[in-house]
């Protein structure tokens, strides 16, 4: 590997890969992503690579496993140069078609487009997709276009380039300024300014200073930090490489969690690749500076994602987070000043110094600049990351990028900010997304979890799912939250179970502002927060369940019973055949019906009941009708049948 | 797993006792649970006490101070996947297996952990043996997958 000794060698290398390159020359990208992965994207690669090989073609078309473009669901994705057609849910299966139809004979094989489910519209191009036409993509905008284990790909699309801009005519200093001018706030939780916390470690006087890259990701529900890490390393590892010579750290640190292999392998490369090249190491760019960065794994604690608490454990103890009456920025990491930034705030740094703040701030609300990635999961039509710039409402994020939500349901909520956050109503959903409205309408940006929930979730027990995460998550340190968030999880599990009982809300609130005032760290202080937004929003749900014994979602399982119509059901016996627990006796011309003793409400039955017969219901709060007997039972069949 | 191996774990590491917890990690990726010798291995060559080592090695999730099965099973029990019904697909898997969150079967087949997001929300419902990613998942197919393994 060539060692680049100042930024005009790296820009010579760049042209150099550039005209070994042809522009025209076919490329097949597959995405190599973990949720790709899942879905079977090794097996279509190796499928391709053995059929360019068959088909002679070795020479001419080109092969690549890149990083997650966001559209995970409909994975495999593969996007096909340079026409940049755009096949989603690709099988080994479809390969030989698309070498012959698409690569050979430039034709687009129709049945593997996206479909718009609005329109009927077939998409032919990425950019085509409603999902993608909506979105201001600056982060993972190269995600398809690079194979994330090539630092050639990065250097080719312009990488590092920006570290030779900082590196080879600004000072620190300057540096610095640009990051905090163009106000870029953390993207891994509460929105602090990057810059006045780089600002902080490098005025602290201790002339060992840290920088640290958050990808503990503990939030469930969100990948972007994953997709970026393992689709684009080297652009996080740059932004760490400026972040590190603004505040005159000389080793960083990335500390990734354990249930992210892939991320931990592709950072790992790039980490050894941007080695070789010296753009890591000693007197980068011959500009005097030094610079190392290790890799940490976690090892599955949600609270190792708080600033102290990972430090502890980079250090090698248990994670348990302190009290910071000092900043982490001053003393930190072995009691030295410590930058800790989230993955998609060090990814953004790059961008900045590439673009200038002053393109960065023309992007976003007042208080909110540049883009923000979500991870857009739940009851929505197109699952997935999306980056949208800061101001964009909720409206357009739920509907115009996530097509709305499937199955004809209603909306009902989209809890934003993890545990840590709350759930937003559809009278709110007109709200512009910034992390100062988020937190005015209870919520709040946390690392940009969007989980849609349609009109058959219910808030109480969503409360109560956050509540019994963090109760397992808490260290356990202090009462308020160890002691505190268990009782809150005992009366939210009650409530669900339909034992409720009157003035079990007000305990509730009670406990939970215990919690927020006396809580050690911000784990317990958030945590009364997803049961403080339901409350507000859905007050009339944990009435229902409290004094009617009734769940009007459909949803907790105690509260409800699966019956069937007998005025519905043509006795295919679908269900019968289907149930787990053998509760549902049918025969031939006989209604089915459901052993409320031995059914154990897993919804199968509901599931498997063909929609031309809905013979299955659902009920709650109302008594179980008894089972129809005899006679009665009997299906008459009209016509030819009887 | 001999002294000789976990030596060599620790030699990877530098010896390092701020390396405690990778050191877990690699010792834990290859036996798949970390034996009480192992613990006392370590706890003798960093020059960290017992009681620090025992702390990290209960305090994160990922490590097992007891026996695990063969087949590791992982149900993501995210919010992504909560919503979409992840819980019918743990009441399946510990029919079929017999054993709760945390629990080993007699037989040391399965292992069953609930984990809280594997970053392929998308594809939720999520569950992952042994590594293998297996989205969408309902618990008639729960069922067919957990038959295919030995
Ligand atoms: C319990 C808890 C868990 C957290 N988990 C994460 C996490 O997984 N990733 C992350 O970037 N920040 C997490 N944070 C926020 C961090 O403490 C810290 O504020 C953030 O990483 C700083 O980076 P930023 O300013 O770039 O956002 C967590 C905070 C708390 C209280
Ligand atoms: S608030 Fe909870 S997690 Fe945070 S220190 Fe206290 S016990 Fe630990
Ligand atoms: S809910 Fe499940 S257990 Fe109950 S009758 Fe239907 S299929 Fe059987
Ligand atoms: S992993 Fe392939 S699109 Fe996300
Ligand atoms: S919530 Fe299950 S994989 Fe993310």
Redesign the pocket.
Known sequence: MTRLNSPEELEGFRQEILSRRDPDKPCISICAGSGCVASGALEVIAAFKAEIEKQGLAATVDTKGTGCPGFCERGPVVVIYPEEICYLQVMPEDVPEIISQTVKEKKVVDRLLYVDPATGEKAVHEYDISFYRNQERNVICNNIKIDSKNIDDYLANGGYSALGEALGSMTPVEVLEEVKKANLR???????P?GV?WEGSRNAPDPVKYVIV?A????PGAFM?RAVLEGNPHSVLEGLIIGGYAIGAQEGYIYVRHEYPLAVENITLAIQQAEACGLLGENIFGSGYNFRVFVNQGAGA??C???TALMTSIEGRAGEPRPKYVRSNVVGLWGHPTV????E?WANVPLIINKGADWFTSIGTESSKGTKIFSLVGKIANTGLVEVPMGISLRDIVFKIGGGIPGGKKFKAVQTGGP?GGCIPESLLDLPVGFDELTAAGSMMG?GGMIVMDEDTCMVDTARYFVKFLTDESCGKCVPCREGLRQMDNILTRITEGKGGEGDIELLEALAETAQEASL???GKSAPNPFLSTLQYFRDEYEAHIKEKRCPALSCKELIAYVIDPEQCRACQLCVKKCPAGAIDGGKDLVSIIDQEKCTKCGTCFEVCPPRFNAVRKISGEPVPPPVSGEARKIVRGGKES | MDNERIDQIIEKHHGASSALIQILLDIQEENHWLPKEALDRVSEKLQVPLTTVRHAATFYKVFSTVPKGRHQVHVCLGTACHVRGANRVLDTVEEMTGIKPGETDLDLKFSLETVNCLGCCALGPVMEIDGKVYGKATPSKTIDVLKKYE
């Open positions: 953390g993207r891994g939780g509460a929105g602090f990057a916390k958050n503990d990701e503990g939030d930090d949600f609270v994602g708080e600033s800790l930034n989230n993955v705030t840590s690392s760290c911000a784990l």
